[in-house]
C-alpha cells in the first residue's frame, strides 16, 4: 500500500514537471515590434519633386517699337535728283500671349511662350529734281511724294530653361527663392505684309498701289536671356513678372528711313494655373 502510494506520488510530480517544461519551451520570445515613429521616411528629402504643368497668358510691354526709324537723304548727279526719306513706326507696344511652364524638377523648369502681333511702319519719300533756283526764297522744284504705310503678323515663339531660386540657401538671402533666371532661343515668323503705296506727282496726279513690301527674313532665330521674380504663388496660382531681352539674327525689313529692332527688351507679367 504504501509503495502503491510513492508511485502515485512520483508519477503526478513528473506529469507536472512536463507540463511546467513544455509549456516553458513553447512559449515564444517576447520580442518588441520595432517603433514606427523612429523610421526613416519613405521619401528621401533630396528627391525631386514630382513634374508639374502650368498654363496661362502673358502680357508684355516694350520699351521700343519694333522698327528703328529716322530721317536721312540722298542724292544723284545724273539725274540731278534730291532725296528725303521720313520713317516712323506706329503700332502697339504691348502684346498679349500664351505661356506654359513644365517644371522638370526642383529648381529647373522649360517654359514656351507663344505671341501674335502687328508690326508696322511708315515711311514718306520726297524726291525734288533739278538744281534749286538760287533767287527763290522757297524750294521751288518739281516735287514727288511717295508714301508707303506696311504691316506685317510677327509669330513669335521663345523658348527657355528657367531656374528657380539662385543663391536662396545662402544667408541672408532667403528672398532669392523668388528669383528666377533663364536663357534659351526665340523662332520668329514673319508673314501677312500688306503694303499701301500712295504717289503724288508734281503735276498733280496720284497713284496708289498694294505691292506688298519686301521682306528680308521671314524666318529668324534669337538668343533670349531673362530675369524674373515671382510677385504672388497660392497653390497653382502664380504671378510673374520678368523682364527679357532678345537678339534677333536678323532684321526681317530695312529700308533708307526703316529697319526692324534686332535687340529687343521687353517686360513681362505672366499669370499661370
Known sequence: MILAKQLRLSWTLALFASLAFGQSQTQPPDTKAPSTASAPSAIADGEPKPPRFSFGVRVDYLPQRLFQTQYTTASTTN??????????????????????????????????????????????TQIKSGIQDPNSSFDNRPLTSITQDTRTAYWDVPFVVRYYGPYKDVPGLGWMKQVN????????????????????????????????????HTNLAGVVAGVGYTLFELHKFRWMIEGRYTRWSGSAFQGPAYRSQQNQADLGFSFTY
Do not use: C, M
Open 181 to 216: 533666371v533663364s536663357g534659351g532661343v526665340s523662332y520668329r515668323h514673319v508673314g501677312n505684309i500688306r503694303t499701301g503705296t500712295s504717289t503724288s506727282n508734281p503735276d498733280g496726279s496720284t497713284d496708289y498701289n498694294e505691292i506688298p513690301a519686301k521682306v528680308q
Open 79 to 124: 539725274p540731278i535728283l534730291s532725296y528725303a526719306y521720313f520713317g516712323s513706326s506706329p503700332g502697339s507696344r504691348r502684346w498679349l500671349g500664351l505661356t506654359g511652364e513644365y517644371r522638370v524638377k526642383g529648381s529647373v523648369a522649360l517654359a514656351v511662350d507663344f505671341f501674335y502681333h502687328q508690326a508696322e511702319y511708315t515711311q514718306l
